[in-house]
């Protein structure tokens, strides 16, 4: 047998079900907090802001600005939640056939895996710098898909997931100008580069030890943002875009551990590409003041994650893995309240639907529609240096872990997986803080 077809035969089996993601605490694998300020009221009125630490969400909020300024921060990401059998079973081939349910065993393992997604922290940081009163330019330096998920090599979901770790750099320089007094506009590129590594067990088909797949790669892509502000002495709405990307990632698929029929597979392929993209996102922001200390703050987005429709692995392969997520949508709302010059307190509410779907869900992205709520401040050192905080807390929906996988499909030794799954008791707990300074 070729290698292609040793490799194939196996690499087809489970990366289908498994995916190249991560599960994060924001939407399936991105992740919001890269910006404390913005944490303190939920993320509800970030691309409507000014400054450097709206940068990642609208380009043209550093136009206008009247020095130079940066921000830094982090932000502690703590999920806890179960992921349970609820009565997963598997067939193995050898000599029985999978077309009759009496064939099917118990997955066996550990029925229950607590707090598979680790915990984290996330940095980020952004610089503007102005040139006259009109134009600026800025850079963002952020992690927005970066994540990692781990399962015991016991679990019951081993033929699906295992060891999964997702992390993106972007960097974001833009440029921005305030043509008019009431209008902002900028737009920015998105340098981004990724390295995912993902791990799944494989069944064998006469003996109950597994096999192992690891499959690993990185690249460099590009994107785009854009956006503008219009806005008065009581009232700034923006709205602004990210472009989705198209990410080519070139790494080895390294299998091992297979015995019997399958031994001959064990094999590693280097140089092999995989492509897929992350969502694009539409923005559209508001902030209101309801009085000289009160700012009301609205945000919806869009995301485009249809878009990640499938991971496609290149020659010698040449097989696309279904992913079939849906868009989606967040919305938040909150405020900002200046109780003197040196303190503004902050709260806010998120909701967020996943782009996930029953039926097709595993347990590398557990992921559900979840409710953000957060509160925080700024705390103002001197007129140029502020301490930004935030705490929150995500509460995630139960959601069904239920996609439907087989090992080796479409050859004599394929291998179904029913899984009969659920994500229960899931929650965040987020701790950020930050800093900025003007110049």
């Known amino acids: 047998m070729s290698l292609r ?15 190249w993601s991560a599960a994060a605490h924001a939407q399936a694998f991105y992740l919001q907090e890269q910006s404390a300020r913005g944490a303190g009221r939920a993320f509800s009125g970030e691309g409507a802001d000014t400054g450097a630490q709206s940068l990642w969400w609208n380009p043209a909020s550093i136009a206008g600005i009247d020095r130079a300024e940066a921000a830094i921060q982090a932000a502690v990401i703590l999920p806890k939640g179960w992921v349970n059998n609820n009565g997963t079973v598997i067939c193995r081939p050898a000599g029985v056939s999978c077309a009759n349910p009496a064939n099917y065993r118990p997955v066996g393992g550990d029925q229950s895996a ?16 102005p040139f006259g009163d009109k134009v600026a330019v800025g850079l963002a330096v952020t992690s927005p898909y970066s994540f990692t998920t781990d399962y015991a090599p016991t679990s019951w979901t081993r033929y699906s997931a295992l060891r999964t770790k997702l992390q993106t750099i972007d960097l974001q320089p833009s440029l921005a100008i305030a043509p008019t007094d009431w209008l902002r ?9 990724v390295y995912a590594s993902l791990g799944n067990a494989l069944p064998n088909l006469t003996s109950t030890t597994d096999g192992r797949q690891k499959l690993e790669g990185d690249g ?33 698929l390294t299998i091992s551990g297979l015995v019997g029929p399958l031994a001959g597979q064990n094999a590693t392929l280097s140089d092999l590409k995989a492509t897929f993209y992350t969502p694009a996102q539409t923005i559209v922001s508001g902030r209101f003041k309801l009085a000289s200390p009160l700012t009301f703050n609205a945000q919806i987005v869009r995301y485009n994650w249809s878009k990640f429709d499938a991971i496609r692995l290149g020659s010698p392969l040449n097989v696309a893995l279904p992913e079939n997520y849906r ?17 503004t307190l902050r709260a806010g509410v998120q909701h967020a639907n996943t782009p996930t779907q029953n039926g097709l869900r595993d347990a590398r992205v557990p992921d559900a529609d979840r409710w953000n709520y957060g509160a925080g401040g700024t705390f103002q050192l001197t007129p140029r240096i502020g301490i930004d905080f935030a705490g929150n807390y995500v509460d995630f929906k139960d959601a069904s872990i239920d996609r439907v996988t087989a090992a080796y499909a479409g050859t004599a030794a ?7 799954g659920t994500l229960t008791n899931a929650h965040a707990l987020v701790f950020s803080l930050g800093a900025h300074v003007g110049f």
């Open 114 to 129: 607590k707090d598979p997604i680790n915990n984290g922290v996330l940095p980020s940081g952004a610089v503007a710098v």
């Open 5 to 19: 077809n040793k490799v194939a035969l196996t690499a087809t089996a489970l990366l289908a079900s498994a995916g």
């Open 220 to 252: 460099w892509d590009l994107g785009w943002s854009a956006g503008m502000q219009m806005h008065n002495s009581w009232a700034t709405i923006g709205v602004s875009y990210k472009s989705r990307i198209k990410h080519t990632l070139t790494g080895d």
């Open 414 to 420: 394929q291998t179904p997986v029913l899984t009969n």
């Open 327 to 343: 868009d989606s949508w967040s919305q938040a709302g909150g405020f900002d309240y200046m109780v003197s010059p040196a303190l």
């Open 185 to 193: 506009i900028g737009g920015g590129v998105n340098v981004e580069h």
